[in-house]
């Protein structure tokens, strides 16, 4: 084991935990500074905040990620046990009915803070890209919703496969994105699409916590005398 | 300096800080919903309703399961003559003027309706059924217009078919050729489930492309009348409801508004958007709306709406009273 400290200097400070010099480089060096700079842990996880924070629509964001974390929850059990497991077992029935709300609640409060970022202009002074992401994860979900509805493997599943088919068929990616084959459905549903939103949901919370909440229109940033 | 390019110290000079446990608020959120998923999971359950099947269509109607048998047969179903991406037709084909991305996308998921839906599933079930065998051979020996009028002769026959207690369909007697016999087997297939199964059989062992068995279904009659029982048929805003009393996909009520409203439901259309293309029309207006909301923070007029329309006012009441409250302190101090 080895430290940059000469020994008996006396500081016992691991080198690993002091902020990178100015003079280091290299990949991870440069990488740790841009951390450091845009999101120091006093912003990650802050004791402060700014006291017009103190509105309902402030906890839209926070409840939709609480319900995003039940949702994969819930989808992890029903992906471990098989997608017939629910159709014939009580437990299962259950747990697909935490699946059923869960999205129900995940939509509600996530149209909820759009709404409410939309009335508050959360865009402004340099959190555009928030917004953009924002969206981006909106309709990433809707199609995420679209996948777990064709595998339910039951009526509804058919009737909106059946129907889903002739506007995506229409747009020339039929063969691509086809809703009549549960194994695609399955794959997308259950892996690739809950992921992406989940590491654009972090990426959307990153940014957040890297900009800061937005002031409040009509109270714009005082200029500097 | 642009607000923008800031630090936060200097972004909220004057903004009173309060104390803020983040954490807590993320640890009590996620109990609450937890909460909330719990109880309406234990009171209300999920919806359920069983899917249909081959075997349960053709029990619960079997002329329609015919009627639509044959019709795959003679090739004149929806699904016959759908175009991309299933076939070369071009009778479910939508285009806006110069733009079919449909037809330009071509033929990816290949279905031949008389091979795939009648004639290989009873191919496949001939073992032991000298009958059928000799039915299917005549059938495929036959020149195309004699088929087609047997066809046309059983369609009309089955206007006037009754069907017995034990679910049997007697059609009047008349010029079938085998076409009787091949309707007859695949009847009794559907019944005891087995044209299920035919259906997704292909040439390897693992299967979960339901393509053929579904498609089949959507050119009956049968899944669209339990549709219409459930209120999900588009002209019930169906794309966003759900089986039941449950609530459905309420996210989607502004792409199913378009199919609600002309152009979009109109046969005689506008800008050359009508019934024809609805559902090119709808996803393009889609996109383009989900463009502009992508956008918003960029384009003069909509991002401005939140300064003519004060919502925000109601958001941050507080601190804009705090605002009023500390001017009217700042105006009563000044001489």
């Known amino acids: 084991m080895s430290s940059d400290s000469a020994p008996g200097t006396g500081d016992p400070t691991p080198p690993t935990a002091q902020p990178v010099a100015d003079d280091e480089t290299g990949w991870t060096a440069s990488v740790r500074r841009r951390v450091e700079k845009t999101l120091p842990i006093t912003e990650l996880l802050p004791t402060k905040q700014p006291a017009y924070i103190g509105s309902w629509v402030y906890l839209f964001g926070v409840v939709t990620i609480a319900a995003l974390f039940w949702l994969v929850i819930s989808g992890v059990v029903l992906a471990f046990f098989g997608s017939a497991w629910w159709h014939v077992s009580s437990v299962g029935l259950f747990f697909n009915s935490t699946h059923f709300w869960s999205v129900q609640m995940f939509f509600i409060f996530m149209v909820l803070h759009l709404w409410g970022q939309f009335w508050g202009a959360g865009w402004r002074d340099g959190r555009a890209k928030t917004w953009m992401v924002g969206v981006v994860i909106f309709s990433i979900s809707v199609g995420t919703a679209f996948t777990g509805y064709v ?3 039951n009526f509804d599943s058919q009737w909106i496969a059946i129907n889903a088919k002739d506007a995506i068929n229409s747009t020339g990616f039929g063969g691509l994105f086809n809703a009549l084959n549960f194994g695609q459905m399955y794959g997308l549903h259950v892996m690739l699409m809950p992921i992406g939103v989940t590491l654009l949901v972090v990426l959307h919370i990153i940014q957040v916590r890297a900009k800061g909440v937005v002031r409040p229109i009509d109270d714009p940033m005082p200029v500097a005398p | 300096m642009k607000a923008s390019q800031v630090d936060k110290k200097t972004y909220y000079r004057g903004i009173a800080m309060m104390p803020y446990d983040l954490l807590k608020e993320v640890t009590f959120a996620t109990l609450g919903i937890l909460a909330v998923v719990l109880v309406l999971s234990a009171v209300l359950s999920s919806p359920d309703v069983p899917s249909v099947t081959l075997q349960s269509w053709s029990k619960a109607n079997p002329v329609d399961f015919l009627t639509t048998a044959s019709g795959e047969l003679s090739g004149s179903t929806i699904v016959a003559g759908y175009g991309p991406p299933y076939n070369s037709g071009s009778g479910s084909v939508q285009s806006w003027g110069p733009l079919s991305p449909q037809s330009w996308a071509g033929v990816h998921v290949p279905i031949n309706p008389p091979n795939d839906f009648v004639l290989q599933p009873l191919t496949q079930a001939t073992a032991g059924d000298a009958e059928l065998a000799s039915a299917l051979s005549t059938y495929q020996s036959t020149s195309g217009d004699q088929q087609q009028k047997w066809l046309a002769n059983y369609t009309t026959g089955l206007g006037s078919a009754t069907v017995a207690a034990d679910g049997t369909v007697t059609v009047p007697a008349g010029d079938y050729g085998p076409v009787s016999v091949l309707m007859d087997r695949m009847l009794t297939l559907a019944r005891s489930g087995g044209l299920d199964a035919l259906l997704l059989t292909s040439d390897h062992f693992y299967q979960t492309d339901f393509s053929r068995p579904l498609l089949f279904l959507d050119d009956g009659g049968y899944i669209a009348d339990l549709a219409t029982q459930q209120k999900l048929i588009g002209s019930d805003w169906g794309v966003m409801n759900e089986t ?7 996210w989607l009520w502004l792409y199913t508004m378009w199919y609600q409203i002309p152009p979009f439901n109109s046969d005689t259309g506008f800008l050359g958007i009508s019934a024809a293309n609805t559902d ?13 909301l992508f956008l918003v923070p960029f384009i003069p007029g909509l991002r401005d709406i ?6 925000h006012k109601l958001i941050w009441r507080r601190h804009y009273a705090e605002m009023r409250r500390q001017a009217a302190a700042g105006a009563q101090k000044s001489p």
Do not use: F
């Open chain 2, 306 to 311: 939140p300064r003519w329309i004060p919502i």
């Open chain 2, 280 to 292: 090119l029309a709808v996803v393009g207006v889609m996109l383009l709306l989900t463009a502009l």
């Open chain 2, 244 to 250: 039941g009393r449950y609530p459905g996909s309420a």
């Open chain 1, 151 to 153: 595998i339910q493997q």
